[in-house]
């Protein structure tokens, strides 16, 4: 079956930190770009950061670079997602994409609150 399945979402003070992880099935991980996307409540989906099929090549929102990282381990077909200093402006729902397959994850809900 082919799907990607997110977790790691929840709440987080600003200031603080989070990784999420998308765990895909049904294809060869390693051969495809993957992409995480957030969308915030009333606002439009945006992408947030992408990963080459190999991990080498990297690249981000400008609202996020610098605080957020993306990376993937091949070997166990998953790609995450480390979120450090967090502001109240990241609380969105953040999903995984293979953009080859137009496939999405179900979303995983961050929110940063004091």
């Known amino acids: 079956q082919v799907q990607l399945v997110e977790s790691g979402g929840g709440l987080v003070q600003p200031g603080g930190s989070l990784r999420l992880s998308c765990a895909a099935s049904?294809?060869?991980?390693?051969?495809?770009?993957m992409r995480w996307y957030r969308q915030a409540a009333g606002k439009e989906r945006e992408l947030v950061a992408a990963?080459?099929?190999?991990?080498?090549?990297?690249n981000y929102a400008d609202s996020v670079k610098g605080r957020f990282t993306v990376s993937r381990d091949n070997a166990k077909s998953t790609v995450y997602l480390q979120m450090n200093r967090v502001t109240p402006d990241d609380t969105a729902v953040y999903y995984c994409?293979?953009?080859?397959?137009?496939?999405w994850g179900q979303g995983t809900q961050v929110t940063v609150s004091s």
């Open positions: 049904g294809f060869t991980f390693s051969y495809y770009a």
């Open positions: 994409n293979a953009p080859r397959f137009d496939l």
């Open positions: 990963i080459g099929g190999g991990g080498a090549s990297t």
